[in-house]
Each structure stands twice: as C-alpha cells, then as structure tokens.
C-alpha cells in the first residue's frame, strides 16, 4: 500500500520541539513498514517555504529517505481537486467559522484519491469532509 504524505507532517517531523513530533515519526515509520511513501508535488512546494527548506535540502531529504516525489498531476486529479475546493468554499459561505484553505489542501487530498493512496496527515477533518472515501491516517 502506497502512502501519500501531508505537508504537515514533515513540517512537525522537521521541529524537534513541535508536540507532534514523535507522533509523526512513529507514523511515517509505520507507513513505511505498509508500503511506499511518496509526496505529491503540491507538498514539495509548499515545503519550500519554510524555514532552511531548499530545494537542496527537500531533494537530499527525499533521496535519503526513499520518499519519493510524483511530479504529475493529471486531469482527474484537477477536477477532483476543483470539485471538493468548490464544495468546500460553498460550505464556508454557510459556515463562516470554518478555517480558511487554499487549493493545495485539496490537490493533496485528491492526488491520494485519485491515486487510491492512504493519506497520512495531522489534519484529517479537512481530508474526512472533503473526500469522505479516503484513506485516512492520522500521527
């Protein structure tokens, strides 16, 4: 089984002091022993803007690791993407508590769909609302 990965979990994987720190490892090492692990490239992007996070440092992290990188998004991934962005910003003009999201968010959730990828994230009520048929794991 293949497992996608959320920005978010590298981010806390990366801060030592972040609570969820050890949760990710311990997640990341068990998506491991299942399979794969690979990051669409939307993560990539946004991984590059933080802190000390070249593109450099992404590719080495990500040869050493053995994570790999899926440049490609295709057409389903798009309108996939397109069509829970487009529920999503119904449901906000509804609910305006709701936190704000960009479309990366749900680039990354469809790429696990569409894919039929597991997701590994911290932020599974965005993922749960927005693609109710993903696998979902949490650290």
Known sequence: MTTAIDS?????????????????QSALDS???????????????ELMAFPK?????LDSFFSDTGI?????LDERVWRSAGRAFQRYVVRRRINRSS???????????AYAAENGHRLLTLDDGLYRSAFPEL???TA
């Open 31 to 45: 998506a491991l022993n299942r399979g794969r692990l690979i990051v669409p490239a939307p993560v990539f992007a």
């Open 135 to 137: 696998d979902i794991v």
């Open 8 to 24: 978010n979990v590298l981010v806390a994987l990366w801060d030592p002091i972040d609570a969820l720190n050890l949760a990710a």
């Open 53 to 57: 996070r070249t593109e450099v440092f």
């Open 68 to 72: 790999e990188v899926d440049w490609r």
């Open 99 to 109: 936190p704000r999201r960009i479309l990366a968010d749900f680039l990354i959730g």
